[in-house]
């Protein structure tokens, strides 16, 4: 007999997946002790479950998967091969349908303008508070994007307009905003993006209370600080629309103490997402399910599914780190909608947070 951490570690799939299977009748156990409730799986069920895995990696619908398995221990060889040969056409069916739609969106995108396309500036100079700045610094750069394949992500965003800086990152999966005040050209619009190193040794200057010095000409930007100076070329490529990715609708609101929460996050039970796409890596999730009375709790599946929702919770512990308050809050809307997580004295500076979907 194997354990269930046996049977996830040599089938491919994960304890919380062979439960889930388990629950639907899809993969039960050989056995399940009484007393704990402990899975045990016979030998012969390992095969059934890599072939579980590799049909729920080509995305077969779960219907089907239960009629392939039947099939296959049954060694009903004409049945799994009709299958099979349904879900492959399916699969080219639908591959068309996304390469004439996407056809259409290029063509689409190659006659309008980029909406967040940065402009080319005349020399900008502004001064700034150090402490303020690196504020703004701190609360967004866990949210910068690290992929090669999507270079305009692997920086900050400084958008400076009328006498404000507003600081943005994304890696897609998250995003954080930040705003700090400037003196100087109060008119000016300029848009650039910092590289992540170059933003890290900025942050670097920014441990005293003076004012810091902030240059735009071009491709460039500098930082003076005193006598210190860093300086480097931005990215040219054009960043995301983010007054657009920030407009989510309202959830219900939570106000948690950081430190009390933190732990209940690192301690409390966690589901794991093994990715369901190319790229995509396995990850544990909390659960967060949010009360009518505005309490927010981490638990396991059994609520409401409008009350609750999942999400990567390192990115979640790294967001709350990052929101440097001892309480902050946490806006929960419907299942797919991105988590807020607001400082109860600044709602200029936030986070968002993707949700996970729960597929079992």
């Known amino acids: 007999m194997r354990s269930i951490g046996e049977m996830a570690r040599d089938s491919g799939l994960s304890v919380s997946a062979l439960r889930f299977y388990d629950r639907g009748g899809v993969l039960v156990p050989a056995w399940v002790d009484p007393v704990s409730g402990y899975r045990w799986y016979g030998t012969e069920q390992l095969e059934e479950a890599r072939v579980l895995a590799r049909l729920r990696r080509a995305g077969m619908p779960l219907a089907d998967i ?17 299958l099979l040969q349904t879900h492959v056409r399916r699969l080219e069916a639908a591959l068309s349908d996304a390469r004439d739609e996407f056809s259409t969106l290029r063509a689409l995108l190659e006659r309008r303008e980029k909406p967040m396309s940065m402009p080319s500036t005349t020399a900008v100079r502004l ?10 610094l701190d609360a967004v750069r866990f949210a910068a994007g690290a992929d090669p394949e999507l270079p305009m992500l692997g920086g900050l965003l400084f958008d400076i307009e009328g006498g404000t800086l507003n600081v943005v990152a994304t890696d897609r999966y998250r995003m954080a905003v930040a705003r700090a005040a400037t003196s100087g050209h109060a008119e000016t619009r300029a848009r650039v993006i910092v590289p992540s190193p170059l933003a890290d ?22 930082l003076e600080a005193g006598d210190r100076q860093t300086a480097g070329q931005c990215l040219d490529h054009d960043f995301p629309d983010y007054r657009r990715l920030v407009q989510v609708p309202a959830g219900r609101r939570a106000l948690v103490d950081v430190a009390a929460f933190q ?8 589901r794991t997402s093994e990715g369901s796409g190319p790229g995509e890596t396995a990850a544990d999730l ?14 396991e599946d059994g609520h409401d599914e409008q009350s609750q929702v999942a999400v990567n919770r390192e990115f979640l512990l790294h967001a709350l780190a990052a929101g440097a308050r001892d309480r902050l809050i946490l806006e929960i809307g419907a299942p797919a909608a991105p988590i807020a997580i607001r400082r ?17």
Do not use: H
Request: glycine residues 10%.
């Open 66 to 82: 239960r009629l392939v398995l039947a099939g296959w221990s049954g060694a009903d060889t004409d049945l799994v091969r009709k």
């Open 127 to 136: 001064s700034l508070a150090a402490p303020e700045l690196a504020d703004a």
């Open 201 to 222: 040794a900025m942050r670097a200057l920014l441990d005293g209370e003076e004012s810091v010095q902030l240059a735009v000409q071009g491709g460039r930007v500098t």
């Open 263 to 270: 732990e209940a996050v690192e301690t409390g039970p966690v």
């Open 286 to 299: 909390s659960l967060l399910i949010a009360a009518a009375d505005g309490t927010l709790t981490i638990g």
């Open 344 to 360: 109860p004295d600044d709602e200029t500076t936030f986070s968002l947070l993707m949700p996970v979907r729960l597929e079992n």
